[in-house]
C-alpha cells in the first residue's frame, strides 16, 4: 500500500486506453444508473472520526496502510482506463474511519482489506475479526479507544478461516491474556483445519497469486491498481495467530458474551469451508461474515482455494432470510458498509441469495444442454434486472469465473473433450501452436491487425502461446502484455483487473524484487498450530525422490503439552497419529511450543535448538536430522505469464 517511485521506463510503457475500451466504458457508464447515490450515504453514516489518510506505521517507523495514494479517486468521472463501475466502487472502498453502525456495535473500515467490528458489552469490548495484520487492528482499537474509551478485549470472534479475518489478532489481544482465560477466542468448527489447509498446505502458490489477484505489488493509479473489490487492497505488517478457545459447532447456538446475546448461524462451505454468521437480538442486527457484500462475491477466487458450494451458499443466504430477515434493522459483514431497514435489509439478503441460486441453476441447467463454462458463461452475460443491482455486479467475483467453478464442483475441471485428457504441457504446445501458424513473427503480425480490431481477448490467448514457445521474444511480449492491459482497463472486476495489469506489467519488467519475506509463510503461525496439522505441514515439505529407500519411525514429544505423536517414514511418504510406538521407536524428538519455534528457522534453526537443548533426540538422531534438515524449500516467486 505503501507509494514507490513508478520507474520511468515502466511509466512510458503504459499505454492509454484504445478505442475499443473506449466505447465499451462509455455505454456502460450510459447503461447504468450512477444517479443512485444510496450506497455512498450508508458508506458515511455513523461517521465518528479517523485517523489522516488512514496512515498506519509498522514499530519502525515504515508505511504499511495507507489510502493518501488514492487521492486521484476524488475525480468525478472514471478517466477510460478504468470500469466506471469499479470506478464508483474504488470510490466507496476508499472511505475509512470509525462508524457508528447502531447502538453498541461499531465498526473500523477502510484500514485493510477487511472490517473490524467492535461491540460493547456490559464490562469490555468484542471484537469480531481482527483484520490482516496486527498494525492495523492496533490502529482500528486505538482510534475507537481516542473516540470512545478504553475497554478490556472480554472476546474476539473469528467469522470464518482467511487470514484478513484473524491475522491481526495478536494487535487486540496478547497470548497471555487468553491462555489467563481474560479473552475467549471464539471460531467455527474446523476453523484451525482450514486456516491450515488454505494458508499453509497451499500457502505459497496461493499467495503468489493473490498478488495477482489483490495487485499487491501494483502502485496506485488510474492506469495501475484502483482496488481490490472487497476493500482498497492487502496491505503490509505483521501477521500472526492465536487458536480458538471456543467452536461453535450448529446453528442456533447461542452465548452470552460479557452480557450480549449472540446467536449463531453455521454456513459451512460457502464463502470459506469454516464461516459463520451472527445475530445479535438485543440490537436487532445481523452480521453476515463475508456471505452477502456489496458483490458478486467469488464460488472459487483467482488466487485459488477450495472450490465453494453455490447451492448452499444461496440455501443458507435463504436461512438467514427466513431466520433474521424480519427481525434485523440493521445488516452489517466483514467487509464494505452495512444496510439499514428492515425492508431493504430484506430486498439486500433476497438479492444476494438469489444472485447465487441463478447462478447455480442457470449452470447446472445449460450443462445439461451439454455446454462448456465459457459456453454457458458468454449465455449468462446477457444483462437482466438482478445484475443491474449494484451489489450483484461482480466487483470481485466475476461471472465467468463463477460459472467454472460451479461446473468443477460438479463435474471437475474436466469437461468431456477427449482432445483435453492429457494434453501437451503449455510451453511444448505453444511451440506447436507456433509451427503450425508459420512462426512467432507471423503470429505476431496477424495478432497485431486483430489487436487494432479490439479483438484484446484472443490476441492476449494467442500472444500467451507466442511468448510460451519463446520467451525472450520481445515482440510477442510486448503485445501479449498491450492485450492484458487493455482487458485490465475493462474489467469491472477488480481482481481481473489487478490480475491482467499485473501480468502485463511482468511482462514488460518481469518480476520485480520483494521484501525479504513478502511472501514467507510465518513460522510463528506454524509453531502454533495443533501438532497433527503441522505434522501434515512438515508432510508437503518431504522430497520424495530425497528419501526414497529410507524408513522411519520416531515419536515426536510435546514436554509442554504432555502430547505424543508417532511419526512414519516409508516410501517417500510421512505419515502420523497421535500415541507412541514405544520401544520400537528408532528415535524420540523432544520439544516445547517455544522450541519448536526455533526448530522452524531457517539456515541452522534445528541444529542450534538442539545444542541449547531447547529439543533433544534419543536414539538414532542422524535419520531425524537429516529428515527435517533436508525438508524442501520453494521460490514463492514462480513464473504465471511466461514458462
Same mark, same amino acid.
Given at each position: 500500500?505503501?507509494?514507490?517511485?513508478?520507474?520511468?521506463?515502466?511509466?512510458?510503457?503504459?499505454?492509454?486506453?484504445?478505442?475499443?475500451?473506449?466505447?465499451?466504458?462509455?455505454?456502460?457508464?450510459s447503461a447504468l444508473d450512477f444517479?443512485?447515490?444510496?450506497?455512498?450515504?450508508?458508506?458515511?453514516?455513523?461517521?465518528?472520526?479517523?485517523?489522516?489518510?488512514?496512515?498506519?506505521?509498522?514499530?519502525?517507523?515504515?508505511?504499511?496502510?495507507?489510502?493518501?495514494?488514492?487521492?486521484?479517486?476524488?475525480?468525478?468521472?472514471?478517466?477510460?482506463?478504468?470500469?466506471?463501475?469499479?470506478?464508483?466502487?474504488?470510490?466507496?472502498?476508499?472511505?475509512?474511519?470509525?462508524?457508528?453502525?447502531?447502538?453498541?456495535?461499531?465498526?473500523?473500515?477502510?484500514?485493510?482489506?477487511?472490517?473490524?467490528?467492535?461491540?460493547?458489552?456490559?464490562?469490555?469490548?468484542?471484537?469480531?475479526?481482527?483484520?490482516?495484520?496486527?498494525?492495523?487492528?492496533?490502529?482500528?482499537?486505538?482510534?475507537?479507544?481516542?473516540?470512545?474509551?478504553?475497554?478490556?478485549?472480554?472476546?474476539?470472534?473469528?467469522?470464518?478461516?482467511?487470514?484478513?479475518?484473524?491475522?491481526?489478532?495478536?494487535?487486540?489481544?496478547?497470548?497471555?491474556?487468553?491462555?489467563?482465560?481474560?479473552?475467549?477466542?471464539?471460531?467455527?468448527?474446523?476453523?484451525?483445519?482450514?486456516?491450515?489447509?488454505?494458508?499453509?498446505?497451499?500457502?505459497?502458490?496461493?499467495?503468489?497469486?493473490?498478488?495477482?489477484?489483490?495487485?499487491?505489488?501494483?502502485?496506485?493509479?488510474?492506469?495501475?491498481?484502483?482496488?481490490?473489490?472487497?476493500?482498497?487492497?492487502?496491505?503490509?505488517?505483521?501477521?500472526?495467530?492465536?487458536?480458538?478457545?471456543?467452536?461453535?459447532?450448529?446453528?442456533?447456538?447461542?452465548?452470552?458474551?460479557?452480557?450480549?446475546?449472540?446467536?449463531?448461524?453455521?454456513?459451512?462451505?460457502?464463502?470459506?469451508?469454516?464461516?459463520?454468521?451472527?445475530?445479535?437480538?438485543?440490537?436487532?442486527?445481523?452480521?453476515?461474515?463475508?456471505?452477502?457484500?456489496?458483490?458478486?462475491?467469488?464460488?472459487?477466487p483467482i488466487r485459488g482455494a477450495?472450490?465453494? +458450494? $453455490?447451492?448452499?451458499?444461496?440455501?443458507?443466504?435463504?436461512?438467514?432470510? &427466513?431466520?433474521?430477515?424480519? #427481525? *434485523?434493522? =440493521?445488516?452489517?459483514?466483514?467487509?464494505?458498509?452495512?444496510?439499514?431497514?428492515?425492508?431493504?435489509?430484506?430486498?439486500?439478503?433476497?438479492?444476494?441469495?438469489?444472485?447465487?441460486?441463478?447462478?447455480?441453476?442457470?449452470?447446472?441447467?445449460?450443462?445439461?444442454?451439454?455446454?462448456?463454462?465459457?459456453?454457458?458463461?458468454?449465455?449468462?452475460?446477457?444483462?437482466?434486472?438482478?445484475?443491474?443491482?449494484?451489489?450483484?455486479?461482480?466487483?470481485?467475483?466475476?461471472?465467468?469465473?463463477?460459472?467454472?467453478?460451479?461446473?468443477?464442483?460438479?463435474?471437475?475441471?474436466?469437461?468431456?473433450?477427449?482432445?483435453?485428457?492429457?494434453?501437451?504441457?503449455?510451453? +511444448? $504446445?505453444?511451440?506447436?501452436?507456433?509451427?503450425?501458424?508459420?512462426?512467432? &513473427?507471423?503470429?505476431?503480425? #496477424? *495478432?497485431? =491487425?486483430?489487436?487494432?480490431?479490439?479483438?484484446?481477448?484472443?490476441?492476449?490467448?494467442?500472444?500467451?502461446?507466442?511468448?510460451?514457445?519463446?520467451?525472450?521474444?520481445?515482440?510477442?511480449?510486448?503485445?501479449?502484455?498491450?492485450?492484458?492491459?487493455?482487458?485490465?482497463?475493462?474489467?469491472?472486476?477488480?481482481?481481473?483487473?489487478?490480475?491482467?495489469?499485473?501480468?502485463?506489467?511482468?511482462?514488460?519488467?518481469?518480476?520485480?524484487?520483494?521484501?525479504?519475506?513478502?511472501?514467507?509463510?510465518?513460522?510463528?503461525?506454524?509453531?502454533?498450530?495443533?501438532?497433527?496439522?503441522?505434522?501434515?505441514?512438515?508432510?508437503?515439505?518431504?522430497?520424495?525422490?530425497?528419501?526414497?529407500?529410507?524408513?522411519?519411525?520416531?515419536?515426536?514429544?510435546?514436554? &509442554?503439552?504432555?502430547?505424543?505423536?508417532?511419526?512414519?517414514?516409508?516410501?517417500?511418504?510421512?505419515?502420523?497419529?497421535?500415541?507412541?510406538?514405544?520401544?520400537?521407536?528408532?528415535?524420540?524428538?523432544?520439544?516445547?511450543?517455544?522450541?519448536?519455534?526455533?526448530?522452524?528457522?531457517?539456515?541452522?534453526?534445528?541444529?542450534?535448538?538442539?545444542?541449547?537443548?531447547?529439543?533433544?533426540?534419543?536414539?538414532?538422531?542422524?535419520?531425524?536430522?537429516?529428515?527435517?534438515?533436508?525438508?524442501?524449500?520453494?521460490?514463492?516467486?514462480?513464473?504465471?505469464?511466461?514458462?
Amino acid at each position: 500500500m505503501t507509494s514507490n517511485m513508478i520507474p520511468a521506463a515502466a511509466a512510458a510503457q503504459r499505454k492509454n486506453a484504445h478505442a475499443h475500451t473506449i466505447a465499451l466504458q462509455q455505454g456502460l457508464a450510459s447503461a447504468l444508473d450512477f444517479s443512485d447515490t444510496s450506497d455512498f450515504d450508508d458508506a458515511n453514516r455513523g461517521f465518528i472520526g479517523t485517523i489522516e489518510n488512514a496512515v498506519i506505521r509498522d514499530a519502525d517507523g515504515n508505511v504499511v496502510w495507507s489510502q493518501k495514494e488514492y487521492d486521484f479517486l476524488e475525480d468525478r468521472c472514471a478517466p477510460f482506463t478504468v470500469n466506471p463501475s469499479l470506478w464508483r466502487m474504488a470510490q466507496l472502498n476508499r472511505i475509512h474511519g470509525l462508524f457508528k453502525v447502531c447502538d453498541r456495535i461499531y465498526q473500523v473500515r477502510g484500514f485493510d482489506l477487511a472490517n473490524i467490528t467492535f461491540i460493547e458489552g456490559d464490562t469490555g469490548l468484542i471484537v469480531i475479526d481482527p483484520l490482516t495484520f496486527e498494525e492495523a487492528a492496533s490502529a482500528a482499537l486505538q482510534l475507537y479507544e481516542k473516540h470512545l474509551g478504553p475497554r478490556k478485549i472480554v472476546a474476539v470472534i473469528y467469522s470464518h478461516s482467511h487470514r484478513d479475518h484473524y491475522g491481526g489478532v495478536k494487535g487486540v489481544v496478547s497470548e497471555e491474556d487468553v491462555a489467563a482465560g481474560r479473552t475467549q477466542i471464539i471460531a467455527p468448527q474446523g476453523f484451525m483445519e482450514e486456516v491450515m489447509s488454505e494458508s499453509l498446505l497451499a500457502g505459497i502458490p496461493s499467495r503468489r497469486r493473490a498478488e495477482f489477484q489483490f495487485g499487491t505489488y501494483l502502485e496506485p493509479g488510474p492506469q495501475s491498481h484502483v482496488d481490490s473489490g472487497l476493500g482498497k487492497g492487502l496491505g503490509k505488517g505483521t501477521s500472526g495467530l492465536i487458536a480458538p478457545t471456543c467452536l461453535i459447532g450448529k446453528t442456533g447456538d447461542r452465548m452470552v458474551i460479557d452480557g450480549v446475546e449472540v446467536v449463531f448461524q453455521m454456513t459451512p462451505g460457502t464463502e470459506a469451508p469454516a464461516e459463520m454468521n451472527f445475530y445479535f437480538p438485543a440490537m436487532r442486527a445481523l452480521n453476515m461474515a463475508e456471505n452477502a457484500c456489496h458483490t458478486m462475491h467469488n464460488l472459487c477466487p483467482i488466487r485459488g482455494a477450495k472450490v465453494r +458450494d $453455490a447451492l448452499a451458499w444461496a440455501s443458507y443466504l435463504d436461512e438467514s432470510v &427466513d431466520l433474521y430477515a424480519g #427481525q *434485523a434493522d =440493521v445488516c452489517l459483514a466483514q467487509h464494505h458498509w452495512p444496510v439499514w431497514g428492515t425492508d431493504r435489509v430484506l430486498a439486500f439478503l433476497t438479492e444476494q441469495r438469489d444472485l447465487y441460486r441463478y447462478l447455480h441453476d442457470q449452470t447446472l441447467r445449460l450443462m445439461s444442454h451439454g455446454l462448456t463454462p465459457r459456453e454457458i458463461s458468454e449465455q449468462l452475460m446477457v444483462p437482466n434486472e438482478l445484475s443491474r443491482r449494484w451489489h450483484t455486479r461482480g466487483y470481485y467475483g466475476a461471472m465467468v469465473h463463477n460459472v467454472q467453478a460451479i461446473y468443477t464442483f460438479y463435474m471437475g475441471p474436466y469437461e468431456g473433450n477427449p482432445a483435453h485428457l492429457n494434453p501437451l504441457p503449455p510451453s +511444448d $504446445a505453444a511451440g506447436k501452436y507456433m509451427d503450425y501458424i508459420g512462426g512467432i &513473427d507471423k503470429a505476431v503480425a #496477424q *495478432a497485431r =491487425v486483430d489487436f487494432e480490431r479490439g479483438e484484446f481477448r484472443w490476441v492476449a490467448q494467442i500472444m500467451n502461446q507466442a511468448v510460451f514457445a519463446d520467451p525472450s521474444n520481445q515482440s510477442a511480449r510486448q503485445l501479449c502484455a498491450d492485450a492484458f492491459e487493455q482487458l485490465g482497463y475493462q474489467a469491472e472486476s477488480a481482481t481481473w483487473r489487478n490480475s491482467y495489469l499485473l501480468g502485463a506489467r511482468e511482462l514488460r519488467e518481469g518480476i520485480r524484487p520483494r521484501a525479504k519475506d513478502g511472501n514467507a509463510i510465518s513460522i510463528g503461525v506454524v509453531a502454533r498450530l495443533p501438532m497433527p496439522l503441522f505434522f501434515d505441514f512438515i508432510a508437503i515439505r518431504v522430497v520424495g525422490d530425497r528419501v526414497k529407500g529410507k524408513a522411519l519411525r520416531f515419536d515426536w514429544r510435546m514436554t &509442554d503439552e504432555g502430547s505424543c505423536h508417532k511419526l512414519t517414514l516409508s516410501h517417500g511418504a510421512l505419515s502420523h497419529r497421535p500415541g507412541s510406538f514405544g520401544d520400537a521407536a528408532d528415535a524420540v524428538f523432544s520439544t516445547t511450543r517455544a522450541g519448536l519455534l526455533k526448530v522452524l528457522l531457517p539456515q541452522g534453526g534445528l541444529r542450534a535448538a538442539l545444542e541449547s537443548g531447547e529439543a533433544q533426540i534419543s536414539g538414532q538422531a542422524q535419520p531425524v536430522i537429516e529428515l527435517l534438515e533436508g525438508l524442501d524449500t520453494c521460490n514463492p516467486l514462480f513464473n504465471i505469464v511466461e514458462p
